[in-house]
């Protein structure tokens, strides 16, 4: 009974940390690569990065850089998949309301993406928030106006 009562509460376990992001069992080969990027939102460690809407590595770190004001995030893509050195790396978000991701966009150059590249050309995250009241800052302007045009 005790064993059960064990085997069960593992199980619970791995499920907790593998639908948190915090489990990846994955041990494949791994290369690091950074981006930068002016707002992450609310990207964490261990999001995945997907290529095409499939998983290709995992976010390791994410750092602030005090001379540029960006932030730094580093991912661990697998030795596996070679993107072009031009490829992009946007912040995108699943559903509406779901957890953040980067999504890879293949490039075209010949030379592919090495251990500790940089990949230059990012893509901020959209913050639902910033583009509710950049809505209501349009609209009440809009409104100042056609009243200003009124009189």
Do not use: H, W
Not at 10 to 36: C, D, I, M, Q
Not at 38 to 58: F, P, T, Y
Not at 63 to 91: C, H, W
């Amino acid at each position: 009974m005790g064993l059960f009562v064990m085997l069960g509460a593992a199980a619970l376990l791995f499920l907790a940390l593998k639908s948190g992001n915090l489990l990846s069992l994955s041990f494949a080969e791994t290369y690091p690569v950074t981006a930068r990027f002016d707002n992450i939102g609310g990207l964490k460690a261990r999001a995945a990065v997907k290529s095409a809407g499939v998983v290709v590595g995992r976010v390791e770190s994410i750092g602030f850089d005090d001379k540029t004001f960006q932030a730094t995030v580093t991912m661990q893509l697998e030795k596996r998949f070679a993107f072009p050195k031009d490829s992009s790396a946007k912040i995108l978000t699943s559903g509406l309301l779901g957890e953040q991701y980067i999504g890879l966009e293949v490039g075209g150059a010949d030379k592919n993406l090495a251990a500790n590249d940089t990949i230059t050309q990012t893509q901020s995250a959209v913050v639902l928030e910033n583009l509710i009241s950049q809505f209501l800052f349009n609209r009440a302007a809009d409104a100042g106006s056609t009243e200003g045009a009124k009189k």
